[in-house]
């Protein structure tokens, strides 16, 4: 009470900053949000239009015809066809091997905290720069990975350069940089479990593989589909580690949402068209992220000791 | 049992070396290579006993690479300096513009407090050509395109969210009771921000400014997209430098690992924090 007494007989305009105060300091931040929904809604709105930097004569409302021109569109297909391809494949393979790595190094030894600290180092090589390192370790002429290739029988295994090769070279480098991101969420999730069910059941005798499919994987789904999505919203928009080994090709075998999107806009300076990829692949992320900040939520939750 | 148990663990070892290789070989491979002439290194079968050089690491930091078609001028050291310069400076703004919001949002329920942090979450997962396509027309009419001031701006958009949810989740770790306690001794709330908050989330806001930092540093679209020759960090000098040196390939590794060397000793040190900064303040480390 006096407590409550004394704050209220502060006098200094107290009570009418507090209400202000909030606003006051994250206005910066509600800036920053409009300047990029500025640059956002232009996008969409060029979406619209028929508009070529080559061709700025041609400037046209023109409806959703971008869009329904992708429908007859092969190139589009194929950009639909290969993101999804990218994302699915990177993002399975790199949840098995990082749940795998991540048990692998469960237990608390001194050895196994610092492999796990070292796998970090991929994680933290910037994606392009990764992929000149592969670049250069698969390089036809003194590329190590070309020349073990050539030890086990594959001496025209040409990597990224090769149509039939270049979706395995990026998703192996995607799957390099990114796998320990996964295994080191699923690690701390591992080791957060509580103990006593696993004691209870050693001490019952039940089958490991009955604890881990019934105990272990359930109590770790909610940091699994963290994440996976979270890898998921990134890989779908992969554009680093495409673009750093191939620019897209050879062809157009890795042309992405957003690699297509560049060259559609820095090369045929496309506008239009380019927007209109753009604002797909965001309905696409922002489907997927709806998703994701709910289960990211509860987890969030937990951590802060609430759950 | 035994039995099984001995062979489990020569079966996990093997598993964990195998791992251990694949991740750490390429990493190894081309600080090995940085080392090298370019003799060696077109050397088969490839061999990792060779006379180390320095040579590479010279003519980058002297700026004069010897081709075969003769000297090239080239400033890799330049590119060092702007990832730097970009990196450092995009933080600072957003610990200044994010930390205080970031209190904010923890501390008082507003009306539309936490649209605008759930906005500024989803910028993490918004395609960054959705932005940058429009921003490329916008910054050439600004006058804009290919400077500093413009780069750290967009450079936000990496920065920014990071710094608010990580540091925010700091903010809501500490009671807000001691915060009471010192307003009601007669402070007033900045001091008590400074004095109280402020040192009691450090480590979190240190932490946080560390990888925006790493990601800062990584990024590669937003330059690749705003900036040329002069105002290009690393990542994207880096592949402009692979066109322009040909062929002197032990340069080239000289220049990967000059520009990740920054970033992987960053993430040594600050690994403890590194699980909840990644999972934005969802899983604990």
């Known amino acids: ?304 000791g609430n759950g | 049992m035994e039995h099984t148990s001995t062979l489990e663990r020569v079966l996990r070892g093997a598993a964990l070396a195998l791992v251990v290789i694949f991740f750490m070989f390429p990493l190894f491979w081309i600080f090995m290579m940085s080392f090298q002439t370019n003799e060696t290194i077109l050397r088969i079968p490839p061999s990792i006993v060779f006379e180390p050089t320095l040579s590479n690491y010279a003519a980058l930091i002297t700026g004069r690479l010897e081709t075969a078609a003769g000297t090239l001028e080239i400033n890799f050291l330049r590119t060092l300096w702007n990832s730097v310069f970009l990196s450092v400076t995009s933080v600072a703004v957003a610990l200044l513009l994010g930390v205080p919001a970031a209190y904010a949002f923890a501390r008082h329920k507003f009306r539309g407090s936490e649209d605008i942090a759930f906005t500024l979450l989803s910028f993490r997962f918004a395609p960054p050509l959705l932005v940058l396509l429009p921003l490329t027309i916008y910054f050439q009419q600004l006058g804009l395109s290919n400077t500093y001031f413009g780069l750290v701006w967009v450079y936000q958009l990496i920065c920014l969210p990071l710094i608010l949810w990580i540091v925010r989740g700091y903010f809501e770790d500490i009671s807000a009771d001691v915060e009471y306690a010192y307003r009601i001794a007669g402070h007033s709330w900045f001091a008590t921000f400074r004095k109280i908050a402020l040192p009691l989330a450090g480590p979190g806001i240190a932490a946080a400014g560390l990888l925006a930092f790493i990601f800062a540093w990584n990024n590669f679209v937003f330059a690749l997209v705003l900036a040329s020759a002069d105002k290009q960090p690393v990542t994207v000098g880096a592949l402009a430098f692979v066109t322009a040196s040909g062929i002197q390939y032990g340069q080239i590794a000289a220049a990967i690992v000059l520009s990740i060397t920054p970033t992987l000793a960053l993430a040594l040190y600050a690994q403890r924090y590194l699980v909840e900064g990644l999972s934005l303040g969802a899983v604990k480390g």
């Open chain 1, 1 to 304: 009470m006096t407590a409550a007494a004394t704050a209220r007989a502060r006098p200094s305009g107290f009570r009418i900053s507090k209400r202000v105060l909030p606003y006051v300091l994250s206005l910066p931040a509600l800036l920053v949000c409009i300047g990029i929904l500025i640059p956002f809604l232009t996008a969409a709105w060029y979406s619209l239009h028929r508009y070529r930097l080559s061709q700025p004569w041609g400037y046209k409302f023109i409806w959703f015809d971008n869009y329904a021109a992708f429908f007859t569109d092969p190139k589009f297909w194929n950009t639909l066809q290969i993101s999804l391809t990218y994302a699915a494949t990177t993002v399975v393979l790199e949840l098995l091997l990082g749940l795998g790595i991540a048990l692998l190094l469960q237990k608390r030894t001194t050895l196994n905290n610092f492999i796990s600290i070292m796998l970090l180092l991929p994680l933290m090589t910037a994606p392009a720069l990764a992929a000149l390192m592969w670049k250069l370790m698969t390089n036809p002429g003194f590329g190590i990975l070309s020349y073990l290739a050539g030890l086990i029988g594959l001496h025209d295994f040409r990597w990224a350069s090769s149509p039939s090769t270049a979706l395995f070279t990026v998703v192996l480098v995607d799957i390099w940089v990114y796998t320990p991101f996964i295994m080191i969420l699923l690690l701390a999730g591992l080791r957060s479990l509580p103990t006593q069910p696993f004691e209870a059941a050693a001490l019952d005798g039940v089958p490991r593989t009955f604890v881990f499919f019934r105990i272990t994987l359930p109590m770790l789904t909610p940091y699994i589909l963290t994440a996976t999505l979270f890898r998921l919203l990134d890989s779908i928009q992969q554009f680093d580690i495409i673009y750093a080994m191939t620019q897209g090709g050879p062809g157009d075998t890795l042309t992405v949402f957003q690699v297509e999107a560049y060259l559609n806009f820095f090369q045929s300076t496309n506008v239009g068209r380019s927007a209109a990829l753009m604002i797909i692949l965001w309905a696409i992320t922002y489907f997927l992220s709806n998703i994701f900040i709910k289960n990211w939520l509860r987890l969030r939750e937990r951590a802060r």
